[in-house]
């Protein structure tokens, strides 16, 4: 029977997922590379999206940027790129799934009426009307806890209601939220096993909870280190990080096997990227990436 089971199992299918909000920098290549590196190892596919759900803050040009820095760095991925701004039909049929359950309430909370609480109070949880005025959707979440299994980090478990509340799939501007869009894409292309940075862990409960209410496979977390720039703030665009340059895709790349824990051999600095990248799918060892949430930045980074 566990062969059995074992034989009808997906195969392996990975993602990244940048958002276009800026150039790509050392912290998205370290999630972009984990997850290239260990979809490649199980013999699996690779996909980019881009989570351009945001679009007001989507920089114009920064998709292209994106994708041309992955190709320097010899991060080839399989089949077309999707961008989430076109999938808002797909996201509108989820919501009403969800709606047909009774599990949406519309919001007109501002973000100055909560600011200072822990969660959502539950304020609106009762309208099930859409009124005139600006709103947001909110899903209700149940009094229980949410389990599973981080591939690195080992068991996790989150109290819905009082970890994180009723939670936004429709902001108040009209656009999708992160958290219904990303399980609705993952289920459609058919995304098996998600490598990400640590930061997105907390998020890990509440989409869990939206793939069972929609009836969606589950998918298989795996959460890396972020990279912390010397300040202790996480690398990201937001604070300024450097974007990755062309010259420098060796050495950010052995650079960035070393904070994966791959320990490359000394001689392989300065190697072509596809030798380096040769080396590393060969030695590729998930036991060997920290376990810590977040990593300090390496030093001499190109």
């Keep these: 029977m566990a062969g059995s089971a074992a034989a009808s199992s997906p195969p392996y299918c990975g993602r990244f997922a940048p ?30 999206r881009m989570e351009d759900l945001d679009r007001p803050r989507e920089r114009p040009g920064a998709a292209d940027d994106i994708l041309t820095a992955l190709e320097q760095h010899g991060l080839h991925w ?24 009774d599990l949406l309430f ?16 539950g304020t609106c949880r009762q309208r099930r009307k859409a009124p005139a005025t600006s709103h947001a959707i909110r899903i209700r979440v149940p009094d229980q806890h949410v ?51 640590a930061d997105l862990m907390d998020s890990t409960a509440r989409q869990r909870f939206l793939a069972d209410s929609l009836r969606l496979a589950p998918v298989s977390f795996a959460h890396i280190p972020v990279i912390a720039g010397p300040d202790g703030r996480k690398l990201s665009k937001r604070w300024q990080a450097q974007p990755l340059q062309p010259g420098t895709a060796s050495a950010s790349l052995f650079s960035a096997l070393s904070a994966l824990g791959q320990a490359p051999p000394a001689d392989a600095w300065g190697a072509p990227v596809n030798e380096l990248l040769d080396w590393a799918h060969h030695h590729w060892r998930w036991s060997a990436v920290p376990r810590e949430r977040q990593s300090s930045l390496i030093c001499g980074l190109g």
């Design 19 to 48: 958002s276009p909000t800026g150039p790509m920098h050392f912290g998205s290549l370290l999630a972009a590379l984990a997850s290239y590196l260990d979809a490649r190892s199980h013999g699996g596919r690779w996909l980019v």
């Design 78 to 101: 399989d089949g077309p790129v999707i961008r989430q701004s076109t999938r808002d039909a797909a996201y509108a049929a989820a919501l009403a799934r969800l709606a047909e359950q």
């Design 106 to 121: 519309y919001c007109t909370c501002t973000r100055s009426q909560l600011r200072g609480l822990p969660v959502y109070p």
């Design 147 to 197: 389990s599973f299994e981080d591939r690195l980090q080992g068991p996790q478990s989150e109290q819905l209601a009082r970890d994180c509340g009723d939670f936004i799939v429709r902001r108040r501007d009209g656009l999708f939220a992160y958290q219904l869009a990303v399980v609705v894409d993952d289920a459609w292309q058919q995304v098996t096993h998600v490598v990400r940075g």
